[in-house]
């Protein structure tokens, strides 16, 4: 398989090169050249499939020979080792839990493998130096990407974050690591720590001296794996006879990263009516389909902080493959919701099912209930465990929340965080050890 840059101004490259390059020289992103088309029968016949038989059949057939059978089954069943519950709503609305990995994050599936495919390309190439992951991150992707890379023989890890905006379990799960990770706390914005990854990566002095990734939804290696839970999903609606003619998909949605996985699984054959897009007041992609122009913003900070994006990086894969706003809207209708609806919604969840809600999964949640049609069957992305962001959720239902003991191991950690100025100069000394 090949991959070409949305920029149209570099080479295709192979799954390897894509991979490890995150991004293409002309600062592109990369894409498949062909999207495979996996047959109905085995569509038709996933209800009897576990996760993991479903997330090797899709990554051999997506990856066509690039990476061994043996090699894929493995890092599938060390990915997908636990569960990804559906929870029935009543009257068509479901959500699916992509919390229950290392970091309860739906990030980890993603994540979890790229570090076993970047593992199985470093043993190919003994002559390698040191991978070096760079890592913007406002939240759960920094928590995922650490501790699936974590003490990595040759891999170090740069995780980026905003002063003052994750929450104090994220940094918990990041900054306490220490060994191959690194906490580097920015002087500005999400937008800002994206700006200094994406120099990096086009500096031609720092790409001399040093390899460098990331493990972001930039490289094509986190997009892949998402499309598994979107193909499970419908499998198990389908198990229980409710998704014979396809499902409404709502995606919380800052990058697109998430969305841009759901839309490749579409593209793929899986029978998807249409993804409800959801974001918080940081709404660049809803005002895009609302009015054709793409205008990035600067990120507002939020209580649903992993939605604080006011460029979304993967907006140029879903342009490239579905054309211009009136094209989007035919399978994408998009929702925005501020501070005061998301806590509502968490309150009003709460308090008529007893089902707590994250702050980026309630506003999935609530779009999905307001959009969805009378006979349709929908599933809401619930991305994160809402203990991660207690003090939003027990503003919302008025009492205290139990941290799981998976949360809880890294709470005693000894932070170490390195604080940085948002000037690339910075950076790119703190990298070269400078």
């Known amino acids: 398989m090949r991959y070409y840059s949305t920029g149209h101004n570099s080479p295709q490259v192979s799954l390897e090169e894509a991979v490890l390059r995150s991004t293409a020289p002309d600062g592109g992103l990369y894409i498949p050249c062909t999207v495979p088309h996996l047959p109905q029968a085995f569509i038709r016949n996933m209800a009897s499939l576990s996760?993991?038989?479903?997330?090797?059949?899709?990554?051999?057939?997506?990856?066509?020979?690039?990476?061994?059978?043996?090699?894929?089954?493995?890092?599938?069943?060390?990915?997908?080792?636990?569960?990804?519950?559906?929870?029935?709503?009543?009257?068509?609305?479901?959500?699916?839990?992509l919390f229950h990995g290392p970091t309860m994050a739906y990030k980890d599936i993603g994540v979890r493998f790229m570090a076993g495919l970047l593992s199985y390309f470093t043993h190919q190439h003994s002559d390698w130096n040191t991978i070096n992951v760079l890592v913007p991150t406002s939240g759960d992707t920094g928590c995922a990407v650490a501790n699936g890379f974590y003490n990595v023989p040759g891999v170090e890890v740069w995780i980026l974050y905003p002063q003052d905006t994750v929450s104090f379990f994220q940094e918990a799960q990041f900054a306490s690591l220490g060994k191959n990770v690194h906490a580097i706390e920015v002087n500005g914005t999400f937008d800002d720590c994206k700006r200094l990854v994406k120099q990096a990566f086009m500096d031609e002095d720092l790409n001399k001296r040093m390899l460098l990734t990331s493990a972001t939804s930039i490289n094509i290696a986190r997009i892949i794996p998402q499309t598994f839970y979107y193909f499970y999903a419908y499998a198990q609606l389908l198990k229980q006879g409710k998704a014979s003619d396809g499902v409404v998909v709502s995606v919380p949605c800052?990058?697109?990263?998430?969305?841009?996985?759901?839309?490749?699984?579409?593209?793929?054959?899986?029978?998807?009516?249409?993804?409800?897009?959801?974001?918080?007041?940081?709404?660049?992609?809803?005002?895009?389909?609302?009015?054709?122009?793409?205008?990035?913003?600067?990120?507002?900070?939020?209580?649903?902080?992993?939605?604080?994006?006011?460029?979304?990086?993967?907006?140029?894969?879903?342009?490239?493959?579905?054309?211009?706003?009136?094209?989007?809207?035919?399978?994408?209708?998009?929702?925005?919701?501020?501070?005061?609806?998301?806590?509502?919604?968490?309150?009003?969840?709460?308090?008529?099912?007893?089902?707590?809600?994250?702050?980026?999964?309630?506003?999935?949640?609530?779009?999905?209930?307001?959009?969805?049609?009378?006979?349709?069957?929908?599933?809401?992305?619930?991305?994160?465990?809402?203990?991660?962001?207690?003090?939003?959720?027990?503003?919302?239902?008025?009492?205290?929340?139990?941290?799981?003991?998976?949360?809880?191991?890294?709470?005693?950690g000894t932070r170490r965080v390195t604080p940085m100025s948002s000037g690339f100069t910075a950076f790119k000394n703190l990298l070269m050890g400078g």
């Open 51 to 97: 996760l993991p038989e479903i997330g090797f059949a899709i990554a051999n057939f997506a990856f066509q020979g690039d990476v061994e059978g043996s090699v894929l089954h493995d890092i599938v069943n060390s990915t997908l080792n636990f569960d990804i519950p559906i929870i029935d709503m009543g009257d068509g609305r479901n959500v699916m839990e």
């Open 254 to 412: 800052a990058n697109l990263g998430n969305l841009a996985s759901g839309l490749l699984a579409r593209e793929m054959g899986l029978p998807v009516k249409r993804f409800i897009s959801v974001e918080n007041q940081n709404n660049t992609f809803y005002n895009y389909l609302r009015t054709g122009t793409f205008s990035p913003q600067p990120s507002v900070q939020s209580i649903a902080p992993a939605l604080d994006a006011g460029n979304p990086t993967n907006f140029a894969r879903i342009a490239e493959r579905l054309g211009n706003a009136s094209d989007m809207g035919k399978v994408i209708h998009g929702y925005t919701y501020d501070d005061m609806q998301i806590v509502e919604t968490m309150r009003e969840v709460y308090e008529r099912d007893r089902y707590l809600l994250d702050p980026h999964s309630a506003i999935a949640y609530r779009a999905l209930c307001e959009d969805l049609q009378t006979g349709e069957t929908g599933i809401a992305l619930a991305t994160a465990h809402p203990s991660k962001f207690s003090p939003a959720v027990e503003l919302a239902i008025g009492h205290e929340i139990e941290l799981p003991a998976q949360l809880m191991r890294f709470m005693n």
